[in-house]
């Protein structure tokens, strides 16, 4: 299972060892401070706004339309920012690193 590294909004950095589900569901299992899931991972709500390290942009890939959407609505939204909800942990994310933005 892939480890993935949440800097939570006091800069601490919490990791996750055996991250599964998306983003916002690890965060919400482990109970990490930032990140509420207030919709329930649907894509409506921001809740789950993390910035993505700029080394992993690629491999985590682009905000789809409807998370941009959203997105546009944060004034601390940057060009690495996406829903943790709509990012999926795969094997090719372990070691990822994250940033907690919520709201």
């Known amino acids: 299972m892939p480890k993935v ?3 939570l909004p006091d800069g601490q ?3 996750i060892e055996r991250a599964e589900g998306s983003l916002m569901s690890a965060a919400v299992d482990n ?3 930032g990140i509420d899931g207030d919709c329930g991972g649907v894509g409506s709500c921001g ?3 993390v ?3 700029p080394a992993w942009a690629d ?3 682009p905000a789809t339309d409807v998370e941009k959407d959203m997105l546009e609505c944060d004034a601390a939204a940057t060009t690495t920012s996406r829903l ?3 990012v999926e942990i ?3 994310l372990d070691g990822l690193v994250v940033r907690v933005v919520g709201r």
Do not use: A, D, F, M
Request: aromatic share 4%; net charge neutral; hydrophobic share 25%.
């Open 47 to 49: 809740t789950c706004h």
């Open 84 to 86: 943790g909800c709509q």
């Open 59 to 61: 491999r985590v890939g």
């Open 90 to 92: 795969t094997p090719e």
């Open 51 to 53: 910035s993505i390290n």
């Open 31 to 33: 109970h990490l401070t």
């Open 5 to 7: 590294t949440y800097i």
């Open 13 to 15: 950095s919490v990791v």
